[in-house]
T-cell receptor, first 110, second 114 residues
Framework: TQLLEQSPQFLSIQEGENLTVYCNSSSVFSSLQWYRQEPGEGPVLLVTVVTGGEVKKLKRLTFQFGDARKDSSLHITAAQPGDTGLYLCAGGGYGNKLVFGAGTILRVKS | NAGVTQTPKFRVLKTGQSMTLLCAQDMNHEYMYWYRQDPGMGLRLIHYSVGEGTTAKGEVPDGYNVSRLKKQNFLLGLESAAPSQTSVYFC?????????????FGPGTRLLVL
């Protein structure tokens, strides 16, 4: 069974602060995705990383895939209230299915 | 394009009642999925389908059945609801898995079983 552990489970910060969310596993994944989910809605894909060591940037968000393709991180610079939501990582490469982490709830206070 | 839609948005059932959740997608995707989301447990796959007329079990299939009679629709059935099935249910669709295909999610159905 492949498991993805996310940390922290909950993060409450002030606007303008930086933060990092981690996604770790003992299994190797062919790809790692990050989704963001707002209350009352379904998850929406933010990014996909497929190469060990890959770094992708999306405005103030930086995503990194570990060299061994077992872990990933999401770093947000100068967080804004609009970044508030549930962040989910998901690992691919096991047939037709994605393995999801439990998520990190982020609250950014103004 | 509406993307992925789910009906109903919210439902309350009594233990033992049955119901069907409907998922529809207009993106011509082959793959469709049903997940449940519970606090602290992320998204867990219930059943999925790789094409019209096919279904397969996911991580937590017990107590649920599914059907994919049309490519655009994926139905999730609860024959005899139990309080443990209280959850938020999400449907998703995607192109065939490759190097990180995108799953597109519906808005969810909140189910409360009393």
């Amino acid at each position: 069974t492949q498991l993805l552990e996310q940390s922290p489970q909950f993060l409450s910060i002030q606007e303008g602060e930086n933060l990092t969310v981690y996604c770790n596993s003992s299994s190797v994944f062919s790809s790692l995705q990050w989704y963001r989910q707002e209350p009352g809605e379904g998850p929406v894909l933010l990014v996909t990383v497929v190469t060990g060591g890959e770094v992708k940037k999306l405005k103030r968000l930086t995503f990194q895939f570990g060299d061994a393709r077992k872990d990933s991180s999401l770093h947000i610079t100068a967080a804004q209230p609009g970044d508030t939501g549930l962040y989910l990582c998901a690992g691919g490469g096991y047939g037709n299915k994605l393995v999801f982490g439990a998520g990190t709830i982020l609250r950014v206070k103004s | 394009n509406a993307g992925v839609t789910q009906t109903p948005k919210f439902r309350v059932l009594k233990t033992g009642q049955s119901m069907t959740l409907l998922c529809a997608q207009d993106m011509n995707h082959e793959y469709m999925y049903w997940y449940r989301q519970d606090p602290g447990m992320g998204l867990r796959l219930i059943h999925y389908s790789v094409g019209e007329g096919t279904t397969a079990k996911g991580e937590v299939p017990d107590g649920y059945n599914v059907s994919r009679l049309k490519k655009q629709n994926f139905l999730l059935g609860l024959e005899s609801a139990a309080p443990s099935q209280t959850s938020v249910y999400f449907c998703a669709s995607s192109t065939p898995p490759g190097a990180g295909e995108t799953q597109y999610f519906g808005p969810g159905t909140r189910l409360l079983v009393l």
